[in-house]
């Protein structure tokens, strides 16, 4: 690992070449260890994600991207470690929130954090209900960082957190890995298809939430619109345990 690469303008930590190239020979660990802190560790909302994984999924059968050597990496690994990452990073987040509270929220904003992000997570967890919203997480950037905090401060037992988090975990991870594979065996020339693969995949996972977002509007416009709605606890009271 070649420290005087490092970036001068955060913006590149969200470039996933960047962080391959910097792994090197350890790429494939460094892929692990990204998923674990971005699902477990609040500044990791600033580490990539789906492009990380798509990328990395490609090369499992290229070596080269934009006339780049990259190490190349074991898809074998890629599918077994990446659910195991991203499970144990988020199993973190959820001990954390459970454990420290509004404390681990309670920061001014900077560069990587932002108070919004927070509210962004709690909207989800309250508009799909806990088990939707952890699996749902996983396919939006940011949101899968504080939701997982979120749902251990906002009471979510451990143990349906874990079993949900599982079945996101192995979706969204195995899914990338194996789309990037598949596209790098088959199309030539795929490094140019990168970042437009990034923008479907998504499109393609905001297309369910915005179902249930529209689903949801729609209940509130029928005939039981004014009956009290299920209590959820909210960041916005006292009342979150």
């Known amino acids: 690992m070649d420290l005087s690469t490092l970036p001068l303008d955060i913006t590149e930590l969200l470039h996933p070449q ?22 477990g560790l609040l500044f990791g909302c600033i580490l990539p994600g789906d492009s ?3 990328t990395a999924g490609i090369l499992t059968a290229v070596s080269t991207i934009n006339g780049e050597e990259f190490q190349p990496l074991s898809l074998p690994w890629l599918l077994v470690g990446g659910p195991i990452a991203a499970i144990a990073g988020a199993q973190l987040g ?37 088990a939707k919203a952890v699996v749902l997480a996983r396919f939006i950037p ?3 960082t504080f939701l997982n905090p979120l749902a251990g401060m906002l009471g979510m037992s451990t143990r ?18 194996l789309l990037g594979h598949f596209l790098g065996s088959e199309v030539p020339d795929i490094e140019r298809y990168i970042l437009p693969g990034v923008a ?26 004014n009956d009290p709605e299920e209590s959820r606890p909210s960041l916005s009271g006292d009342s979150y345990r």
């Open 52 to 54: 990380l994984l798509f």
């Open 94 to 130: 959820h001990f954390l929130g459970a454990r420290y509270g509004r404390k681990l929220f309670d920061r001014p904003d900077s560069k990587i954090f932002k108070q919004e992000w927070v509210e962004k997570a709690e909207y989800y967890f309250n508009r799909f209900g806990p």
């Open 18 to 39: 960047w962080w391959l190239q910097l792994f090197g020979t350890f790429a494939t660990i460094g892929v692990l260890l990204i998923i674990f802190a971005e699902t």
């Open 142 to 144: 940011i949101v899968r």
């Open 200 to 225: 479907v995949i998504l499109v393609l996972s905001v297309i369910p939430i915005v179902r249930e977002v529209l689903k949801g509007r729609k209940a509130d416009r029928g005939p039981d619109k």
């Open 160 to 177: 349906r957190f874990f079993i949900w988090n599982c079945i996101g975990a192995v979706i969204w991870t195995d899914s990338l890995f």
